[in-house]
């Protein structure tokens, strides 16, 4: 696709306001960022842009939350599983209509955003963890491969293990972080990352990290109720995005 001033211009803001909900609530930067390019440029066009602010964000979140070994030990097959479903994902993107299949993730996380804002507290008994894992590891990288989004059924999961806030923060982004190096392949492999949007990308680098910073002091200043509602806000707002361009 053409990159003319104004869509360049579309595409920083939404880089740097997607760096601001990642510093703020540790959400998937790709969760509220391709929603917002996916409504301009379309869903395939916006995948790749996302890949190089969407890995420097996660690093810069994850620097700031303390040591992530504890965090690689409890969840490391979850973690291995994601890039499988990744490549499962796109292999299926080539074949679909993007807008659909975005439509049906965003109602699924409306649907889920409606159920736990009535019941913020709800959490998943302890023996059902290590069961689950591998399965949620397995199908939050497929759905990232078909759509982009990288937190369902991901988040859900994770905000239901009494997780502290930076325990929370450091799994959800090593997926995030795994899951992007794997979409990079795959979307070479089916044509979609391209040299001009590889250059776009990489250069939303700086306009996400000085995102994130800022949302971060934002953060460090919520308790955790309303840290948790934040996550949930901002899944809602993504999900409306992503039907509203499915119906367009």
């Not at 909900?21 to 960022?33: N, P, Q, V």
């Not at 990290?209 to 948790?228: I, K, S």
Request: charged share 10%; glycine share 10%; aromatic share 6%.
């Amino acid at each position: 696709m053409d990159y003319d001033a104004p869509t360049l211009a579309y595409v920083g803001l939404a880089f740097f306001v997607s760096g601001i909900i990642k510093g703020a609530t540790g959400l998937g930067y790709a969760t509220s960022c391709i929603p917002m390019l996916a409504l301009v440029i379309g869903i395939k066009s916006a995948l790749p842009l996302v890949l190089a602010p969407s890995v420097a964000s996660n690093f810069t979140l994850l620097v700031s939350t303390g040591p992530i070994l504890p965090t690689i030990r409890r969840f490391w097959l979850m973690l291995v599983l994601a890039p499988v479903g990744v490549f499962l994902g796109a292999a299926l993107l080539g074949s679909v209509d993007g807008a659909t299949a975005g439509a049906a993730l965003g109602v699924a996380l409306i649907a889920w955003c409606a159920f736990s804002f009535r019941r913020l507290d709800w959490r998943l008994p302890p023996h059902l963890e290590r069961p689950l894992a591998p399965g949620v590891g397995l199908s939050t990288g497929l759905v990232n491969g078909l759509t982009g989004s990288q937190v369902m059924p991901l988040a859900p999961f994770v905000m239901a293990l009494e997780l502290t806030p930076a325990m929370l923060i450091q799994v959800m982004n090593l997926s995030f972080t795994i899951s992007s190096a794997a979409m990079a392949t795959a979307l070479t492999r089916i044509g979609l990352m391209t040299v001009p949007a590889a250059v776009v990308s990489l250069a939303g680098v700086a306009l996400s990290v000085g995102g994130v910073r800022l949302g971060a002091r934002v953060r460090h200043r919520l308790p955790e109720r309303t840290f948790r509602r934040g996550i949930l806000v901002v899944l809602t707002v993504a999900g409306a995005a992503l039907i509203l361009k499915g119906l367009a």
